[in-house]
Every structure is written in structure tokens, then in C-alpha cells.
T-cell receptor, first 114, second 113 residues
Framework: AQSVTQPDIHITVSEGASLELRCNYS??????LFWYVQSPGQGLQLLLK??????LVQGIKGFEAEFKRSQSSFNLRKPSVHWSDAAEYFC????????????FGKGTMLLVSP | DAGVIQSPRHEVTEMGQEVTLRCKPI?????LFWYRQTMMRGLELLIY????????DSGMPEDRFSAKMPNASFSTLKIQPSEPRDSAVYFC???????????FGNGTRLTVT
């Protein structure tokens, strides 16, 4: 069965600093990978996705992620964090029945300090 | 586009009571998913529907849980009887295919005392 590990429960970053959120996956075939963001009291919003092709994918709000098959990783990055980026971030892998049947990581809470 | 609409936003009930959560998917979306979010287990897929038909309910934790989709614009998740360990945020999501990005509702926070 597929699984997703986000090793960092919380991360604090200064506003304007760069950000990297880690994600490792376990999946038997070529994975479909996603990053979602959840603001307090809100649902999940898709930031970006990887299906195939270029291993560096661009998303909304200035985020990008890089797929590294050799490391089974799909880390999320942003060069300069804004206070409005404070939220919880979830990495997910699509299931064998279709990539809408997602398996999520436990999430990483991003705190942004002034 | 009003997005996926869930009701109620918050539900507080006593153990043993029946709870019904509601979801209205985005018009035209023929896939509907129910997820549950807890601190311990994170986000878990409970069940999903295609064209109002349940396709995979293997994530439904117990027989106390049931879900229906009587038409393309409405789905319910029912817990009967409810227990304190059912306390969680329940999300509904919809999509245009089994390989389409999901659109999530804002969730229903359920507290069972």
C-alpha cells in the first residue's frame, strides 16, 4: 500500500526567507504526487501536482516542487515566504484506483515569523 | 462556481446520537469523496462515489458509518450511533473524473461528547 511521510510536524520560517517542506512517499509504480494547503477552518486547496515529465513542477502562489525518484521525495519549495503562507501543508500520492483516491501525509504546519 | 458546500460547519452531539453530515458537490462533477481528518490518523479516504454509485467504501471504519448519494447534487454521511472517537473534521470533495484534481469543501467539525 502507498504511504506518505512528512517528517516535520511544525516549521517556523522568517518572512522573506526561503522554505522547503519535505515529503517522502512509498508507492510501487510511477507516483502521482500532490501538494495541498489548508488554511485554518478551510478546506484543502491544490498547490501543484506531478504526473510525469519535467521533475520540477510549478504551482500557484509561487510554490514549486521537485520529484526525485531516487530519493522517493517530492519536496515543496518557495524562495521567499510571505506571512499569508502560514497554513498546514499536505503531501499526497494518488492511489492505484485513480489519482483522486489520495493518501495524505500527516501534514506540516508552517509558521511565519515577522 | 460556489464550490463544494458542506453543512453543518460544526456539529456537537452526545454519544449514542445519530449524526448526519451533508455535502453538495460542484455542479457537473461526477465523483464525490468523503475524507476524515483526525490528529492521530491525518486525512483518510472513507468512501467515494461515481455517478451517485458507491465505488469503494473500504475506508469506512465501521458499520455505524453509512453514506448515500441519492442524486448528483447531494450526499450524506451518517453515523449511528455516534461515539467520542468519531470526533474529527469530515471533508467532502468532488471531481470530474477518477484522475482529476479534487475540490474540497470547508469541512464539518464533529464533536461527540
Amino acid at each position: 500500500a502507498q504511504s506518505v511521510t512528512q517528517p516535520d510536524i511544525h516549521i517556523t520560517v522568517s518572512e522573506g526567507a526561503s522554505l522547503e517542506l519535505r515529503c517522502n512517499y512509498s508507492y510501487g509504480a510511477t507516483p502521482y504526487l500532490f501538494w495541498y494547503v489548508q488554511s485554518p477552518g478551510q478546506g484543502l486547496q491544490l498547490l501543484l501536482k506531478y504526473f510525469s515529465g519535467d521533475t520540477l513542477v510549478q504551482g500557484i502562489k509561487g510554490f514549486e516542487a521537485e520529484f526525485k525518484r531516487s530519493q522517493s521525495s517530492f519536496n515543496l519549495r518557495k524562495p521567499s515566504v510571505h506571512w499569508s503562507d502560514a497554513a498546514e501543508y499536505f503531501c499526497a500520492v494518488g492511489g492505484p484506483s485513480g489519482y483522486s483516491t489520495l493518501t495524505f501525509g500527516k501534514g506540516t504546519m508552517l509558521l511565519v515569523s515577522p | 462556481d460556489a464550490g463544494v458546500i458542506q453543512s453543518p460547519r460544526h456539529e456537537v452531539t452526545e454519544m449514542g446520537q445519530e449524526v448526519t453530515l451533508r455535502c453538495k458537490p460542484i455542479s457537473g462533477h461526477d465523483y464525490l469523496f468523503w475524507y476524515r481528518q483526525t490528529m492521530m490518523r491525518g486525512l483518510e479516504l472513507l468512501i467515494y462515489f461515481n455517478n451517485n454509485v458507491p465505488i469503494d467504501d473500504s475506508g469506512m471504519p465501521e458499520d455505524r458509518f453509512s453514506a448515500k448519494m441519492p442524486n448528483a447534487s447531494f450526499s450524506t454521511l451518517k453515523i449511528q450511533p455516534s461515539e467520542p472517537r468519531d470526533s474529527a473534521v469530515y471533508f467532502c470533495a468532488s471531481g470530474t473524473g477518477i484522475n482529476s484534481p479534487l475540490h474540497f469543501g470547508n469541512g464539518t467539525r464533529l464533536t461527540v461528547t
